[in-house]
């Protein structure tokens, strides 16, 4: 009897251990702005390579937005009422959101945000500098024209980051005054994809061949305007991106691919960076003022052009 009772008594206690484990296992929220973004699918992606290669076994509960940004808010609020033990937001736009951050902050839980500019009461917002990416491709565009010709204009006010992009752009052009914007569109982000196709197959309709480039804020609407522009019989139109996503650098890598330029930018290793930081500061306890460098982390992002496209390619 001795024996069984030692046995029940070592199977009661790791009972007791494993409940306890699970009770204290790390609690985190994900929350998309919009998970149909590749850029966010990178994010995760490099996040969930560094769980698993850093042998965490975290529970992660994943909200999508879906592009809006009241979704966002009401994701940040359901997770803040779980009392989750940390929040990482995506490519996020916060301005309707300063309530749900503020109960998520009354309740001490520590957000990192990615590529969604740095708002007050979150750790860090980790990106990559926007002003400097548009700063990059968006001459680069206009010098491959020679300085002249016409453009189709697109922009997307909702993000931060392709804001930046798109007022950069505006200042560029006032140095190109032989460049005329045939037409500007904000995208809209519920539906990214398909809006930019619709909006660019009537722009091929009504300009054709005087479109000479399409200036574009990143990757996935660059490449609705190639499919739509190509179908149309557009083919020699110069298109730019920003993202550096693979199918957009394998694009620029065509010898006579329409896309001639994009900027690669490090996602996964957003998303890792922000799991290391969870770690640290919620895990390990440490003091984030000690963790993390400044407010705004910026990552190198470089530009990707026909002459350097492969150097960019999947290894």
Not at 26 to 33: D, E, M, Q
Not at 224 to 250: E, Q, R
Request: with cysteine; charged share 20%.
């Amino acid at each position: 009897m001795s024996g069984l009772w030692r046995k029940t008594a070592i199977v009661a206690a790791a009972q007791l251990l494993l409940s306890v484990i699970s009770a204290h296992a790390t609690n985190l929220a994900w929350v998309h702005a919009n998970a149909a973004a590749q850029s966010e699918q990178r994010v995760k992606a490099g996040f969930d390579a560094w769980l698993k290669s850093s042998g965490k076994d975290w529970n992660v509960s994943v909200l999508d937005s879906g592009g809006s940004g009241e979704r966002t808010a009401s994701n940040l609020q359901d997770a803040a009422s779980r009392g989750v033990d940390a929040i990482i937001i995506t490519m996020a736009d916060l301005r309707a959101s300063r309530a749900a951050l503020d109960a998520a902050i009354a309740a001490k839980i520590p957000i990192v945000t990615v590529d969604s500019g740095y708002v007050p009461g979150v750790l860090a917002d980790i990106t990559t500098n926007n002003w400097a990416m548009s700063a990059d491709v968006s001459p680069y565009l206009l010098n491959e024209l020679g300085g002249k010709g016409n453009i189709i204009f697109l922009r997307m006010a909702e993000h931060h980051g392709t804001r930046k992009r798109g007022d950069v752009m505006a200042t560029i052009l006032k140095e190109y005054p032989d460049i005329k914007v045939l037409a500007e569109h904000n995208i809209k982000y519920t539906a990214f994809f398909e809006d930019t196709t619709t909006t660019m197959q009537d722009y091929a309709s009504r300009f054709g061949d005087r479109i000479d480039a399409v200036w574009a804020p990143w990757d996935e609407p660059a490449q609705a305007s190639i499919n739509a522009l190509k179908a149309a019989g557009l083919t020699k139109v110069k298109v730019i991106g920003i993202d550096g996503h693979p199918n957009a650098i394998a694009e620029v890598c065509k010898p006579d691919g329409m896309m001639i330029a994009t900027v690669s930018q490090p996602f996964e290793k957003m998303g890792a960076q922000a799991g290391e930081w969870i770690e640290d500061i919620v895990v390990k306890k440490e003091d984030p003022a000690k963790v993390i460098p400044s407010k705004t982390v910026y990552l190198d992002a470089p530009l990707v052009t026909k002459q350097n496209c492969k150097d960019f390619l999947p290894k």
